[in-house]
């Protein structure tokens, strides 16, 4: 186990968390602002998400009237993410700096990756509380191994900078 400076953890985990908080925000930012009548930044935050998420309406939880920015699956996934986020400190603390087994990722992956199948190939219709749980608990998985490996990234630059007189 890799025991990491308290401060460059401390770096880490907040910028990870205001970019996941940011993040989850603008989610929800889209349809807010397409009801009190900014339809252009609406359309530019719903643009910026379908990149990273298909938007199917029948399959987006609904705020303010309009669907949210991501999928029920990604919406699961950011809350997920961020629960996880916000107990990670309490579970394991921030100085540790064990990385999380990749085989736990994969195992994560497998109820959203057989979620996904059996609705795609027509085997039964999965529904929003299965799409929605499996993106948390694989998005909570990911936080307990993203966290820990930017941490070791940043930790491991800083040393080099300062090993460097940079």
Not at 35 to 56: D, E, K
Not at 95 to 109: E, F, H, N, Q
């Amino acid at each position: 186990m890799i025991f990491i400076e308290p401060r460059p953890a401390k770096i880490v985990y907040i910028a990870l968390l205001i970019i996941s908080c940011t993040w989850l925000g603008l989610i929800f930012a889209a349809p807010w602002l397409m009801n009190g009548r900014h339809p252009m930044t609406a359309i530019v935050i719903y643009q910026g998400f379908s990149a990273v998420c298909h938007q199917r309406f029948e399959r987006s939880y609904f705020f303010n009237g309009f669907p949210l920015a991501v999928c029920s699956r990604c919406t699961g996934i950011y809350f997920g993410f961020l629960a996880a986020l916000l107990l990670l400190p309490l579970v394991r603390g921030l100085t540790a700096g064990s990385i999380a087994k990749r085989r736990w990722l994969a195992i994560a992956a497998i109820p959203l990756l057989l979620d996904f199948s059996v609705g795609a190939i027509g085997l039964i219709n999965n529904t929003f509380f299965s799409r929605t749980a499996t993106g948390f608990l694989f998005g909570a998985v990911l936080a307990f191994y993203l966290l820990p490996l930017l941490i070791s990234a940043y930790a491991t630059v800083a040393n080099t900078e300062s090993a460097h007189g940079i």
